[in-house]
């Protein structure tokens, strides 16, 4: 049987009560995403929609540990929206916020079989083999985690929910478990987020997907930074890994 035809990021652009999910199509299975396809995130919230990244300004380093506030998705170089903007395509980002529940979702499509449970974590490059970069590889600063978070909202079911709620808990610096951190039982956000570090830290559903069912998977990814970066200019895949039959 085929792999599926599509799997896409799909990036809420306005708000929790009215979703407005900008689809990020080439991360579809047809290898590295299109030149400037992209989620982005930056300490300044104006005026980058149209920036490219060759031209994408550079933050200070921060004098103490925290969430980078505004993110972004580009589908193509300079043609960027605001991730929880509030007025959609025309909007700046919003604040990052752990109250913005329905941030993005994984889909795919109704054409493949999953053969185990799906993953979502990060990795430094589109090999998708390991994560050990001053970012997604940590420092004194996370306790050696990754600086990337995530959360999910996810079942030991076959069949994936929409949050009616925010997780719990918000996200903080030292978040993360070694290995998987997998659901265990009826559909909610994980306690803590977890640290996304390639095949290390990762977050996995609670069961293998209904076959042949386009499906949704809701998460929230929250970046942080301090002041014992390495400075670089970080770049890294966002990754649903799975296996197929």
Same mark, same amino acid.
């Given at each position: 049987?085929?792999?599926?035809? !599509?799997? #896409?990021?799909?990036?809420?652009?306005?708000? /929790? %009560?009215?979703? *407005?999910?900008?689809?990020? +199509? @080439?991360?579809?299975?047809?290898?590295?995403?299109?030149?400037?396809?992209?989620?982005?995130?930056?300490?300044?919230?104006?005026?980058?929609?149209?920036?490219?990244?060759?031209?994408?300004?550079?933050?200070?380093?921060?004098?103490?540990?925290?969430?980078?506030?505004?993110?972004?998705?580009?589908?193509?170089?300079?043609?960027?929206?605001?991730?929880?903007?509030?007025?959609?395509?025309?909007?700046?980002?919003?604040?990052?916020?752990?109250?913005?529940?329905?941030?993005?979702?994984?889909?795919?499509?109704? !054409?493949? #079989?999953?053969?185990?449970?799906?993953?979502? /974590? %990060?990795?430094? *490059?589109?090999?998708?083999? +390991? @994560?050990?970069?001053?970012?997604?590889?940590?420092?004194?600063?996370?306790?050696?985690?990754?600086?990337?978070?995530?959360?999910?909202?996810?079942?030991?079911?076959?069949?994936?929910?929409?949050?009616?709620?925010?997780?719990?808990?918000?996200?903080?610096?030292?978040?993360?478990?070694?290995?998987?951190?997998?659901?265990?039982?009826?559909?909610?956000?994980?306690?803590?987020?977890?640290?996304?570090?390639?095949?290390?830290?990762?977050?996995?559903?609670?069961?293998?997907?209904?076959?042949?069912?386009?499906?949704?998977?809701?998460?929230?990814?929250?970046?942080?930074?301090?002041?014992?970066? *390495?400075?670089?200019?970080?770049?890294?895949?966002?990754?649903?890994?799975?296996?197929?039959?």
């Amino acid at each position: 049987m085929a792999d599926f035809t !599509t799997v #896409t990021l799909d990036c809420n652009i306005q708000s /929790t %009560a009215t979703p *407005t999910f900008q689809s990020l +199509t @080439a991360f579809a299975q047809s290898g590295a995403p299109s030149t400037g396809v992209e989620v982005r995130w930056s300490g300044t919230a104006t005026g980058l929609r149209s920036t490219g990244s060759a031209s994408w300004p550079a933050d200070i380093r921060p004098a103490s540990t925290g969430i980078v506030t505004a993110t972004y998705v580009f589908t193509a170089d300079t043609t960027g929206f605001g991730f929880y903007g509030g007025a959609g395509t025309s909007a700046d980002p919003a604040a990052w916020s752990n109250n913005s529940y329905k941030w993005a979702k994984w889909h795919w499509d109704n !054409t493949g #079989t999953f053969a185990s449970s799906p993953i979502i /974590t %990060a990795y430094d *490059t589109s090999g998708d083999t +390991t @994560a050990t970069s001053g970012l997604l590889g940590g420092s004194t600063d996370t306790s050696s985690k990754s600086y990337l978070k995530g959360n999910a909202f996810g079942s030991n079911t076959a069949t994936m929910s929409i949050p009616a709620a925010a997780p719990t808990n918000a996200p903080v610096v030292t978040d993360g478990t070694a290995g998987a951190l997998t659901f265990a039982g009826a559909a909610a956000w994980l306690t803590n987020y977890q640290d996304l570090r390639g095949d290390t830290d990762y977050i996995q559903h609670g069961a293998t997907p209904t076959a042949v069912t386009a499906q949704d998977w809701y998460l929230i990814f929250a970046l942080f930074n301090g002041p014992n970066m *390495t400075p670089s200019t970080y770049v890294f895949d966002l990754a649903l890994k799975y296996t197929w039959t």
